[in-house]
C-alpha cells in the first residue's frame, strides 16, 4: 500500500464484482473509505465481507439501483452518516449487450430507454447528487466509466453504443461544469475486459480468437487493468487532469 488516497472517502457502483470489485480492492489498499453499491446485494455482501476481513470497516456495501434517485439520496445519506465527507465518485455500475447479432430495427424502445438509463442516465444522477458534498469539500473527482464502444461502436449494439457514447459526452460537459469548484471529471474507455458481463463472448473458442487478433498485445485485459486507470484519475496525481478519457483496450482502438 502506498497511500495513495488515504483517508479519501469513495462511492464505487457496480461493485459486487468484476471491474467495480477490483476497483474497491484498489482503493482500499491505498488508504480509502469505500462505499460499495451493487444491485446484486447478496453478491456485494460477500465481496464486501472479503474486504472487511483485511480492511475492516473501511468498507460499507449498500444496495442499490443506480436508476433510482432515492436509492442516490439514501447511499450520500448513509456514506455521510458513516464517513462524513464524498471525495470520489465512480460511476462504474453498466450493462452490456447481451446479443451482437441483431440488427439496429430489430432493437425496441425499450431497449434504448434500459441502456440510456443504466449506462448514462446513472452516471447523471450519480455526480447530481455528490457534487454537493464535493463543493463542501473545495475539490473532489469523479470517474465516469464508459466503453471503447463509445468511439468505435459495435456491430449489432447500438442503443448499447449510444448509451456509451452519452456517458462520455456527459463527462465533459460536467467537466467544463465543474472544475471552477476544482471537481475534476474524467472517463475511462475499457475495451475487452474478462469480467462476467462479457462471459457469453469467451465461450466461443472461435470468437475469443477473433476478439484477440484485433488487440495488438494479443490478450484480453483484466478488472485491474481498468482499475488501475481509475485510481489514478482518482488520485491527487491526476489533479490537473480534467474531461478527458483513458483508453484501456490492448491498442484495439489504434488498429481501427
Known sequence: MTDRLKDKVAIITGAASGQGAAEARLFLQEGAYVVATDVQFDLLKKQANKFAEKFGDRILPIIQDVTKEDDWQKVVDQTMAKFGKID???NNA????TDTTSGLEDSTVDDWHH?????????????????????QNGKGAIVNVSSLASVQGIAGASPYTASKGASRALTKGAARDLGQFNIRVNAVLPGWIVTPMMQ??????KLLDELIAGIPMGYLG??????YAVL?????????????EIVVDGGQSVRG
Not at 441502456?115 to 463543493?135: R, T
Not at 457469453?200 to 473458442?205: E, G, P, V
Not at 496525481?237 to 474531461?243: D, L, P
Open 222 to 227: 483484466n478488472p485491474e487493468d481498468v482499475g
Open 94 to 97: 453498466g450493462i452490456g449487450n
Open 115 to 135: 441502456f440510456m438509463d443504466i449506462n448514462a442516465m446513472s452516471h447523471f444522477l450519480g455526480m447530481k447528487y455528490v457534487v454537493p458534498y464535493m463543493k
Open 200 to 205: 457469453q463472448f469467451t465461450l466461443s473458442k
Open 88 to 90: 470520489i465518485l465512480v
Open 232 to 244: 489514478f484519475l482518482a488520485s491527487d496525481e491526476a489533479r490537473f487532469v480534467n474531461g478527458t
